[in-house]
């Protein structure tokens, strides 16, 4: 299985300029994720769908938006990329539910210049 | 919402030593609490967690004990092997919902010297 696939793995933007992360999972998974990852920060989450159908905001969603595009795929959106959104970013999707157990992709590193 | 401390930031140890790293959390409500070890350029894999009617939980060489009274637990490593070297985030959800959405410690880097 391929488990969760992200693309691109790495992007380099210009200030101002849009695109889209794609992440798909293979595991027949509920409920997916993006996150950020930031030297000294952490792991932050920017969006979830805990289902097919619903989005909701999670701690850091300015700049932002995303896509439940079926049970399978989860975009993130950048309208209007800044360099404060340079960043690695992951997806992830959860297991059984209520173990909370996240399968990360491998990550997508964005630079905003 | 929930806010995970995570100490230390940073943790050098000499193979064969064993590594604790402490997590505390501020929701009460809170009752999962996983661990994830991140290898450099790699990503984030779970290694162990615990939940709220467990007090510790062991598998090889790690172990997760939890104190709910104080909102604190902590991970143990025995024997550390250089392999064991990453960057180790602790985790905190409520997860009673059929999904959960984790909040994350700001991590601590783990340096095994041979």
């Known amino acids: 299985n391929a488990g969760v696939t992200q693309t691109p793995k790495f992007q380099v933007l210009k200030t101002g300029q849009s695109m889209t992360l794609q992440c798909a999972q293979d595991?027949?998974?509920?409920?997916m994720y993006w996150y950020r990852q930031d030297p000294g920060m952490g792991l932050r989450l920017i969006y979830y769908?805990?289902?097919?159908?619903?989005?909701d905001k999670g701690e850091v969603p300015n700049g932002y938006n995303v896509s439940r595009l079926n049970k399978r795929e989860f975009s993130l959106r950048l309208e209007s990329a800044a360099p404060s959104q340079t960043s690695v970013y992951f997806c992830?999707?959860?297991?059984?539910?209520?173990?909370?157990?996240?399968?990360f992709g491998e990550g997508s590193r964005l630079t905003v210049l | 919402g929930e806010n995970v401390e995570q100490h230390p930031s940073t943790l050098s140890v000499q193979e064969g030593d064993s590594a604790v790293i402490k997590c505390t959390y501020s929701?009460?409500?809170?009752?999962?609490f996983p661990w994830y070890k991140q290898e450099l350029g790699k990503r984030p894999q779970l290694i162990i967690d615990?939940?709220?009617?467990?007090g510790e939980k062991k598998d090889q060489r790690i172990a997760v004990t939890l104190n709910k009274t104080a909102k604190h637990f902590s991970l143990h490593i025995t024997e550390t092997q250089p392999e064991d070297s990453a960057v180790y985030f602790c985790?905190?959800?409520?997860?009673?919902?059929?999904?959960?959405?984790?909040?994350f410690g700001k991590g601590t880097m783990l340096l095994v010297s041979p």
């Open positions: 769908s805990a289902s097919e159908g619903t989005t």
């Open positions: 992830a999707s959860i297991g059984t539910a209520n173990t909370g157990e996240l399968f």
């Open positions: 929701d009460s409500a809170s009752n999962y």
């Open positions: 985790a905190a959800s409520e997860g009673n919902s059929g999904y959960s959405t984790l909040t």
């Open positions: 615990i939940r709220s009617n467990v």
């Open positions: 595991m027949n998974h509920n409920s």
